[in-house]
Protein backbone atom coordinates (compact mmCIF):
# COMPACT_ATOMS: atom_id res chain seq x y z
CA UNK A 1 0.00 0.00 0.00
CA UNK A 2 1.45 3.33 -1.12
CA UNK A 3 0.46 6.70 0.29
CA UNK A 4 1.04 10.25 -0.79
CA UNK A 5 1.07 12.83 2.22
CA UNK A 6 0.66 15.89 0.78
CA UNK A 7 2.13 18.15 3.69
CA UNK A 8 4.23 21.09 5.24
CA UNK A 9 2.21 21.58 7.95
CA UNK A 10 3.22 20.36 11.51
CA UNK A 11 0.19 17.75 11.09
CA UNK A 12 1.83 16.21 8.21
CA UNK A 13 4.82 15.76 9.84
CA UNK A 14 3.23 14.00 12.97
CA UNK A 15 1.16 11.90 10.94
CA UNK A 16 4.42 10.64 8.45
CA UNK A 17 6.70 10.08 12.02
CA UNK A 18 4.03 7.70 13.09
CA UNK A 19 3.42 5.97 9.81
CA UNK A 20 6.68 5.80 7.69
CA UNK A 21 8.11 2.61 9.48
CA UNK A 22 5.10 0.57 8.64
CA UNK A 23 3.91 2.05 5.40
CA UNK A 24 5.52 3.40 1.92
CA UNK A 25 4.67 6.66 2.24
CA UNK A 26 6.08 10.10 -0.08
CA UNK A 27 5.75 13.01 1.54
CA UNK A 28 5.03 16.27 -1.30
CA UNK A 29 5.92 19.90 0.02
CA UNK A 30 5.35 22.62 -2.18
CA UNK A 31 8.54 24.15 -2.01
CA UNK A 32 7.47 28.22 -1.26
CA UNK A 33 9.44 27.50 2.29
CA UNK A 34 13.61 27.99 2.22
CA UNK A 35 14.41 25.15 4.75
CA UNK A 36 11.71 23.96 5.73
CA UNK A 37 11.79 20.91 8.70
CA UNK A 38 11.65 17.58 6.54
CA UNK A 39 9.06 14.61 7.65
CA UNK A 40 10.08 11.51 8.38
CA UNK A 41 10.40 9.37 5.25
CA UNK A 42 10.90 9.70 1.43
CA UNK A 43 10.18 13.84 0.32
CA UNK A 44 9.44 15.17 -2.76
CA UNK A 45 9.38 19.11 -3.07
CA UNK A 46 7.69 21.20 -5.77
CA UNK A 47 4.40 21.44 -7.30
CA UNK A 48 2.74 18.72 -9.49
CA UNK A 49 1.79 20.70 -12.38
CA UNK A 50 -1.78 21.03 -11.92
CA UNK A 51 -4.54 18.00 -12.32
CA UNK A 52 -2.74 16.42 -14.96
CA UNK A 53 0.45 16.15 -13.98
CA UNK A 54 -0.96 14.83 -10.52
CA UNK A 55 -2.90 12.34 -12.31
CA UNK A 56 0.10 11.19 -14.65
CA UNK A 57 2.42 11.02 -10.92
CA UNK A 58 -0.05 9.15 -8.79
CA UNK A 59 -0.27 6.45 -12.02
CA UNK A 60 3.14 6.63 -12.40
CA UNK A 61 4.38 6.08 -8.79
CA UNK A 62 1.50 3.57 -7.98
CA UNK A 63 -0.27 5.75 -5.56
CA UNK A 64 -3.10 3.84 -3.83
CA UNK A 65 -4.18 6.59 -1.49
CA UNK A 66 -4.26 10.29 -1.01
CA UNK A 67 -3.54 12.09 2.56
CA UNK A 68 -4.15 15.76 1.88
CA UNK A 69 -2.65 17.47 5.58
CA UNK A 70 -1.74 21.22 3.58
CA UNK A 71 -2.51 24.60 5.53
CA UNK A 72 -6.17 24.95 5.58
CA UNK A 73 -5.68 28.24 2.71
CA UNK A 74 -4.05 25.61 0.55
CA UNK A 75 -7.29 25.57 -1.46
CA UNK A 76 -5.37 24.63 -5.21
CA UNK A 77 -4.15 21.47 -4.36
CA UNK A 78 -6.61 20.81 -1.83
CA UNK A 79 -9.34 21.11 -4.71
CA UNK A 80 -7.26 19.19 -7.55
CA UNK A 81 -6.40 16.34 -5.37
CA UNK A 82 -10.07 15.54 -4.20
CA UNK A 83 -10.56 16.10 -8.05
CA UNK A 84 -8.00 13.69 -9.70
CA UNK A 85 -8.17 11.07 -6.34
CA UNK A 86 -12.28 11.11 -7.33
CA UNK A 87 -11.63 10.21 -11.05
CA UNK A 88 -9.08 7.60 -10.30
CA UNK A 89 -11.44 6.19 -7.49
CA UNK A 90 -8.47 6.99 -5.11
CA UNK A 91 -8.59 7.20 -1.53
CA UNK A 92 -8.59 10.38 -0.42
CA UNK A 93 -8.68 11.79 2.89
CA UNK A 94 -8.24 15.68 4.49
CA UNK A 95 -6.77 15.93 7.52
CA UNK A 96 -7.57 19.69 8.57
CA UNK A 97 -6.58 21.19 12.05
CA UNK A 98 -9.60 22.78 13.77
CA UNK A 99 -10.21 26.09 12.96
CA UNK A 100 -9.90 28.79 15.91
CA UNK A 101 -13.33 30.09 17.68
CA UNK A 102 -13.65 33.68 16.05
CA UNK A 103 -14.92 35.10 19.03
CA UNK A 104 -15.43 38.82 18.90
CA UNK A 105 -13.09 39.39 15.58
CA UNK A 106 -14.73 40.62 12.10
CA UNK A 107 -14.97 37.67 10.31
CA UNK A 108 -14.38 38.68 6.05
CA UNK A 109 -14.03 36.15 3.11
CA UNK A 110 -11.19 37.37 1.57
CA UNK A 111 -7.67 39.18 1.61
CA UNK A 112 -9.72 42.41 -0.36
CA UNK A 113 -12.19 41.90 2.18
CA UNK A 114 -9.76 42.90 5.32
CA UNK A 115 -8.37 45.63 3.29
CA UNK A 116 -11.37 47.54 2.85
CA UNK A 117 -12.98 46.45 6.44
CA UNK A 118 -9.30 48.31 8.11
CA UNK A 119 -9.71 51.27 5.47
CA UNK A 120 -13.70 51.55 6.59
CA UNK A 121 -12.47 51.32 10.59
CA UNK A 122 -9.67 53.59 9.70
CA UNK A 123 -6.98 51.74 11.62
CA UNK A 124 -3.76 53.07 11.74
CA UNK A 125 -1.25 50.83 13.20
CA UNK A 126 -1.97 46.98 11.55
CA UNK A 127 -0.16 43.62 12.66
CA UNK A 128 -0.04 41.76 9.36
CA UNK A 129 0.38 37.77 9.65
CA UNK A 130 -1.45 36.65 6.07
CA UNK A 131 1.46 35.45 4.46
CA UNK A 132 3.24 36.35 2.03
CA UNK A 133 0.91 36.12 -0.69
CA UNK A 134 -1.67 38.22 1.91
CA UNK A 135 0.15 41.63 1.38
CA UNK A 136 -1.23 42.97 -2.42
CA UNK A 137 -4.39 43.61 -1.10
CA UNK A 138 -2.96 46.38 1.02
CA UNK A 139 -0.80 48.00 -0.83
CA UNK A 140 -2.94 51.14 -1.44
CA UNK A 141 -3.54 51.39 2.00
CA UNK A 142 -2.50 54.71 3.81
CA UNK A 143 -1.96 52.33 7.50
CA UNK A 144 1.26 51.64 8.81
CA UNK A 145 1.84 47.50 8.89
CA UNK A 146 3.90 45.55 10.90
CA UNK A 147 4.21 42.21 8.52
CA UNK A 148 4.92 39.00 9.99
CA UNK A 149 6.08 36.27 7.16
CA UNK A 150 8.56 33.13 6.92
CA UNK A 151 9.18 34.77 3.53
CA UNK A 152 9.77 37.96 2.47
CA UNK A 153 6.97 39.07 -0.42
CA UNK A 154 7.43 40.57 -3.77
CA UNK A 155 7.79 44.23 -2.77
CA UNK A 156 5.72 45.39 -5.75
CA UNK A 157 2.84 43.60 -3.10
CA UNK A 158 3.95 45.78 -0.02
CA UNK A 159 2.11 48.64 1.41
CA UNK A 160 4.35 52.09 1.53
CA UNK A 161 4.44 52.12 4.74
CA UNK A 162 5.73 49.12 6.48
CA UNK A 163 7.98 47.07 8.86
CA UNK A 164 8.94 43.39 7.56
CA UNK A 165 9.40 40.82 10.35
CA UNK A 166 10.54 37.29 9.03
CA UNK A 167 9.88 34.50 11.77
CA UNK A 168 8.43 31.19 11.91
CA UNK A 169 6.60 30.13 15.07
CA UNK A 170 5.66 28.61 17.61
CA UNK A 171 5.25 32.09 19.61
CA UNK A 172 4.42 32.91 23.10
CA UNK A 173 1.87 35.22 24.79
CA UNK A 174 4.08 37.45 26.44
CA UNK A 175 5.81 37.41 23.18
CA UNK A 176 2.94 38.79 21.20
CA UNK A 177 1.98 41.20 24.21
CA UNK A 178 5.59 42.96 23.87
CA UNK A 179 4.82 42.87 19.91
CA UNK A 180 1.51 44.45 19.90
CA UNK A 181 2.49 47.34 22.50
CA UNK A 182 5.81 48.18 20.96
CA UNK A 183 4.45 48.90 17.85
CA UNK A 184 1.11 50.31 19.24
CA UNK A 185 -0.95 47.91 17.11
CA UNK A 186 -4.65 48.92 16.77
CA UNK A 187 -5.80 45.70 14.87
CA UNK A 188 -4.63 42.48 14.03
CA UNK A 189 -4.94 40.89 10.73
CA UNK A 190 -4.67 37.41 10.48
CA UNK A 191 -6.40 34.20 8.70
CA UNK A 192 -8.14 31.63 10.80
CA UNK A 193 -5.22 29.33 10.22
CA UNK A 194 -6.02 26.84 13.62
CA UNK A 195 -3.34 24.82 15.90
CA UNK A 196 -1.31 26.49 18.73
CA UNK A 197 2.25 27.51 16.98
CA UNK A 198 0.13 31.08 16.25
CA UNK A 199 -2.90 31.01 18.47
CA UNK A 200 -0.70 32.78 21.09
CA UNK A 201 -1.37 36.62 18.91
CA UNK A 202 -5.13 36.01 19.70
CA UNK A 203 -4.81 35.76 23.14
CA UNK A 204 -2.58 38.44 22.99
CA UNK A 205 -4.60 40.84 21.46
CA UNK A 206 -7.52 40.10 23.63
CA UNK A 207 -5.85 40.75 26.57
CA UNK A 208 -4.84 44.27 24.93
CA UNK A 209 -7.98 44.83 23.24
CA UNK A 210 -6.40 44.91 19.81
CA UNK A 211 -9.27 44.61 17.30
CA UNK A 212 -9.14 41.56 15.34
CA UNK A 213 -10.21 41.20 11.47
CA UNK A 214 -10.19 37.38 10.35
CA UNK A 215 -9.70 35.82 6.97
CA UNK A 216 -12.24 32.56 6.66
CA UNK A 217 -10.86 29.59 5.53
CA UNK A 218 -12.00 28.49 2.13
CA UNK A 219 -14.43 25.58 1.89
CA UNK A 220 -13.19 22.06 1.43
CA UNK A 221 -14.59 20.30 -2.00
CA UNK A 222 -17.57 18.92 -0.88
CA UNK A 223 -18.23 15.13 -1.03
CA UNK A 224 -14.69 15.31 0.85
CA UNK A 225 -13.91 12.81 4.07
CA UNK A 226 -12.31 15.02 6.47
CA UNK A 227 -10.89 14.27 9.82
CA UNK A 228 -9.53 16.51 12.26
CA UNK A 229 -6.81 14.96 14.13
CA UNK A 230 -3.61 13.15 13.80
CA UNK A 231 -4.90 10.42 15.56
CA UNK A 232 -7.59 10.16 13.04
CA UNK A 233 -5.56 9.75 10.26
CA UNK A 234 -3.38 7.67 11.75
CA UNK A 235 -6.94 5.20 12.30
CA UNK A 236 -8.05 5.58 9.32
CA UNK A 237 -4.70 4.76 7.38
CA UNK A 238 -4.11 1.54 9.50
CA UNK A 239 -7.56 0.15 9.68
CA UNK A 240 -7.44 0.48 5.71
CA UNK A 241 -4.53 -2.13 6.18
CA UNK A 242 -5.62 -4.09 8.20
CA UNK A 243 -9.22 -4.64 6.47
CA UNK A 244 -7.25 -5.55 3.69
CA UNK A 245 -7.64 -1.80 1.83
CA UNK A 246 -11.44 -1.94 1.79
CA UNK A 247 -11.56 1.04 3.60
CA UNK A 248 -9.89 2.81 0.54
CA UNK A 249 -12.93 2.74 -1.41
CA UNK A 250 -15.09 4.41 1.36
Not at 4 to 17: D, K, P, Q, V
Not at 113 to 139: D, H, I, N
Request: aromatic share 6%.
Amino acid sequence: MVLLLLGGTSEARALAARLHSDFAIVSSLAGRVPHPALPAGPVRIGGFGGALGLRQWLQDNNIDAVVDATHPYAATITATAAAVCRELGLAHLVLARPAWSPGSATVVPSDQAAAEEVARRGYRQVFLTTGRSGTAAFRGSEAWFLIRAVTAPDTATLPPRHELLLSRGPYDRDGEVALLREHHIDVLVTKNSGGAMTRPKLDAAAELGVAVVMIDRPALPSGVRCVSSVDDAERWVRASQTEGGARWAQ
